[in-house]
């Protein structure tokens, strides 16, 4: 038993470097690879790559709202009353860092014995000439000799109509693209294997009922099944993950039934059968590990299509609720300005949405390419 299963190691190692070797020579699935890695990298460390680092990029400034991709404004630092401590590392990393300030739009400033003078920005071609106390002031020690701190900001991808960064909310908003896809895709393994492998295994009256289920889920369109789910669960983060994970098992249960079907009248079957393995094991074992190849390209695709759809419920406004960042959400909140002055503003998260869905696409494609699986 020992040699055997040595030289049954030694054989799907060969296999895992024969399937690596044929993904490597796929440069559409090496490029989506590097597109999902970065995206990754970027989801990990939304909140530190982000300008505006606060919980959900929410940091909003009406008086800058619409601007254009690349504007720059200067603005004055004031003391927020109550502020709370600065969050830990951590915390910083995962949720944000809620501001310790104000942040003035201004065009100038200057000081009038122990006040400050400054012209604000009330609306685009509006201006407010404002003096602040010293004691409103948000002081850095490198300021105290002028004894105001001034910072400037620029906008990568331009403000919505709320002042808000739209390339952090992008950043921010890509966690919950990832999110969706991870958890739908795990939802849908865990029943989909589950359920293809009983099926396909027992066969009979189990096989019935599991392909009666899925028919019934399968003649009902997938937008409004995870529509009714939605509504029924309630409107919130989590609520969409799992609406769209119990509407995506079908595809992968069908998948691993036929497999499983093919699978369990081989001869290693029947040995294992016949050393008096109990049913659980040869199927988790012996059958799985052999038939996962063609999962693992519909769970590409299926990370592809929850992304997606995450995206048009947000959009619909059952999905991610504000102020939580989402890319459909932004997309409902800014599609008016398409043909207006300002259409980056609905492009940038849709553009984004696409190459997301075209990386899972593609890598999709090269796993079945270099997987060697049928259609």
Sequence with gaps: ???????????????????????????????????????????????????????????MIVEIGGRRPGSAQRFLLLKKPGSQGTPSFLSGLLFGRPDGVLYVPVDSVHLAGDSLVATRRVEEDLLETKA?????????????????????????????????????????????SLAVGTVTVLISLSIGVLLGALAGYYRGRTDQVVMWLVNVLWSIPTLLL????TLMLGKGFWQV???????????????????????????????????????????????????????LVVSASNFASAIVMEAGLSFLGVGV????????????????????????????????????VLAFNMLGNGLRDALNVRD
């Design 1 to 59: 038993m020992r040699i055997n299963s040595y030289f049954s190691s030694m054989g799907r190692s060969s296999e895992q470097r024969n399937i690596w070797r044929r993904l490597k020579k796929n440069r559409g699935a090496l490029g989506a690879m590097v597109v999902i890695a970065l995206a990754l990298l970027g989801a990990l460390f939304a909140y530190l790559l982000a300008p505006d680092g606060t919980p959900g990029a929410n940091r």
């Design 132 to 176: 602040y106390p010293a004691a409103a002031l948000a002081i850095r020690e490198a300021d105290r000799p002028a004894g105001y701190t001034l910072v400037m900001r620029r906008f990568w991808l331009g403000t919505d109509k709320y002042g808000r960064d739209i390339l952090s909310r992008l950043l921010v908003g890509l966690r919950v």
């Design 226 to 229: 995870v529509f009714a789910i």
């Design 241 to 295: 993950f799992v609406a769209i994970g119990l509407t995506m098992w079908v595809s992968v249960a069908r998948i691993i039934r036929g497999q499983v079907l093919g699978v369990r009248e081989l001869e290693y079957v029947e040995a294992a059968r016949a050393l008096g393995f109990s049913n659980a094991r040869i199927i988790a074992r012996h059958i799985l590990p052999n038939v996962m190849g063609p999962v």
């Design 321 to 356: 609720q504000p102020p939580q960042p989402s890319w459909g959400l932004m997309i409902k909140e800014n599609y008016n300005f398409i043909i207006t002055h300002n259409p980056m503003l609905a492009l940038a998260p849709g553009l984004a949405i696409m190459v997301l």
